[in-house]
């Protein structure tokens, strides 16, 4: 898995119950931030919303991220095959007016040995990242075999300090959608211990580098709510 450089490189760059199929959460409502912009099949365009680290060499994805079809809505596709994918979106949300973040997601291969609570193995299916001005973020996981619930917090003294929260874990829900919410401003002051600052990068990761496995997971919708 790539270190978490990449997050200094993007900070300073210009700015639930199971679900048969990937439901869509409908139009935007007043008070709502919708992050995915799954509009078009075919290869996501990593060159408007959604990109790389920009100051990392051009990747050489065997599965680039992709949006496909399944259960009759379009969905992300993060594939992996012993290497890591990372993509990210500048947003900006004030958690004090939509503090819940709910998504949609669907892991189909966990990279096997993975787990979080070992640096060294430190590798996820699938990652939803919420990134904090003042060089904090808030990571949520699907992992292979960490308990759900546990908390993570492993680069204290790093640049960007960063706590992985266990959402999902090991293959008992794999090829189902989840929909999961979370109260990111109640994470942020339980782990944190201070008032969050606003939302500036959201971003959605697959790995099996670490552990030279394989990864796959599916990502729908994606918003902020009140």
Not at 51 to 63: G, H
Not at 107 to 131: E, F, H, I, S, Y
Request: aromatic share 8%; charged share 30%.
């Amino acid at each position: 898995m790539r270190r978490f450089c990449v997050l200094a490189a993007l900070l300073l760059a210009p700015a639930g119950p199971g679900l048969a199929v990937a439901q869509s959460l409908g139009p935007p409502r007043a008070g709502t931030v919708r992050v995915d912009t799954w509009e078009s099949e075919g290869p996501l365009d990593l060159s408007r919303e959604w990109q790389l680290d920009p100051n990392a060499p051009a990747p050489t994805f065997k599965y680039p991220p992709a949006v496909v079809v399944d259960g009759g809505q379009r969905v992300l596709r993060l594939k992996t095959d012993h290497e890591s994918v990372s993509i990210w979106r500048a947003v900006r949300v004030d958690l004090r007016d939509t503090p819940r973040l709910t998504w949609d997601w669907k892991a189909l291969t966990l990279p096997d040995g993975g787990d979080v609570r070992q640096p060294k193995r430190n590798d996820q299916a699938a990652r939803v990242m919420v990134l904090f001005e003042g060089w904090k973020s808030l990571l949520y996981i699907w992992d292979s075999q960490a308990p759900v619930g546990r908390e993570i917090r492993p680069d204290v003294f790093a640049t960007v300090d960063r706590a992985l929260v266990v959402v999902r874990s090991g293959p008992a829900a794999l090829g189902r959608w989840h929909r999961e919410r979370r109260d990111v401003r109640a994470d942020y002051r339980r782990i944190f211990e201070e008032e969050p600052r606003a939302v500036k990068w959201i971003g959605l990761e697959s790995h099996s580098d670490d552990v030279q496995s394989q990864s796959e997971a599916l990502f729908g919708s994606i918003r902020f709510e009140r």
